[in-house]
C-alpha cells in the first residue's frame, strides 16, 4: 500500500492515534524524554492500535466486487456526479467510468467521443439528431463548450427510470475530487475506480488522441489525485492496455472483451496477463471462470442488470460485476453496508 493510500486510510482516526500516543509515552511519567529505540516501538505499537481502530471503524470489504456502470445509469443520469454519489451510497466497491478528450486536453467523462443523440439536448436545450451526433465532437470542442450541453434532462428511452435533472459532462478532476470529499465527509468507505480508456483505431486523430497519448493525460492526472492501487484502467482496445503494461507495469488492467475468441487467443493477442479479464457476460460460463482463476486473473463481467443472473454469476465463482442497477446488488446483500439513512 503507498504512503498516500496509508495516509488517507488514518487521516479520519488521527485525533485517535495522538491521544493514544501520548498516552502510551508520556502518561505513565516515567520519562519526558523517551530514548529513541523505546519512542520507535511505542509509535509502532501506537499505530497497531490504529489500524485495528480504522478497521473495527469501517465496512468490511468484501471480495466480492460490485461496480456502478457509468455510476449508476439504471437510476441516473449516466457519467455524471450525482449517478457517482447514488452508487457510492448503493454501497458499490468501485465506481466505473468512461473517458473522453477535448480540444483542449481536459479529460472528460463520457461514454462517447461525441454528444449522444439518447441522452444529450444541446446549448440552447434542444434534442440532437443521430445523424447527426458525431458532429457535436467533444475532441474538437474545449471543455467549456463541453459544459453547455444538458446531458441529464432528456428521457433515455432504454433507462426510462432515470430521474431527470440538468446536468453536464463532467471533468475527471472534478468527479475524483466530489467522491473524495463525499466519502470523507460521510465516513464512508474508499471505492475504487474503474476507468476505461475509449479509442479504437479509426478514431485516432478524429474523436480521440492516439492511445500513447491519451494514457499519458490519463496517467498524469490520476497520478495527482489517487493512490494507484485503488485504480483500474480498462479498454477494449488492447493498444491501451499494451502501452500501460509496457510504460506503467505496475498499474492493474482490465481486458475488456465483447469477442468470441476463446481467453487464451484474447491473452494471446495482448501479449500479457492482466489484472482483470472483464467480457460481456453472457460470454462466460463456469469453466472460463476456472480458467480466468487458473491463469492468476480475476473476472468481473459487464453489464448484469437482472438479479437472477448477478445470483447465477456469483454461483458461479466470478469476482464481481458490474451493473446499472447498485441499488439492485444492495438488495441481494451483494455491496458494502452503508449508513442509515443511505441508499
Known sequence: MSTKSVLHKISPHFGLFVVRLRSLMFDSGRFAQPDPLIRRSHLLAALVMLITTNVTAQPFTPKFDVQGHRGARGVMPENTIPAFIYAIDAGV??????LAVTKDKQLVVSHEGW???????????KAIKAKDEQKHNIYKMTYKD???YDVGSKVNERFPDQKKMKVSKPLLKDVIVSIEDYIKGHSLYEVDYNIEI?????????????????SELVFNLIDQYLAWDRVVIQSFDFRVLKYL?????????????DNLRTIDENIKELGFTPSIYSPEYH???KE??????????????????????MEELKAWGVDGLIT????????????????????
Open 93 to 98: 466497491t468501485t465506481i466505473e467510468m468512461d
Open 115 to 125: 454528444m449522444s443523440a439518447a441522452i444529450s439536448l444541446d446549448s440552447l436545450g
Open 146 to 148: 463541453v459544459a453547455r
Open 198 to 214: 475509449k479509442t479504437e483505431p479509426s478514431g485516432d486523430g478524429k474523436f480521440h488522441p492516439k492511445p500513447e497519448e491519451f
Open 245 to 257: 503494461h509496457q510504460n506503467h507495469p505496475s498499474i492493474r488492467l482490465a481486458a475488456l472483451v
Open 283 to 285: 460470454l462466460l460460463s
Open 288 to 309: 472460463e471462470i476456472r480458467t480466468c482463476h487458473q491463469k492468476k486473473m480475476r473476472v468481473i463481467p459487464w453489464t448484469v442488470n437482472e438479479k437472477k443472473e
Open 324 to 343: 446499472d442497477y447498485p441499488d439492485m446488488a444492495k438488495e441481494l446483500g451483494y455491496t458494502l453496508k452503508t449508513p442509515k439513512g443511505k441508499k
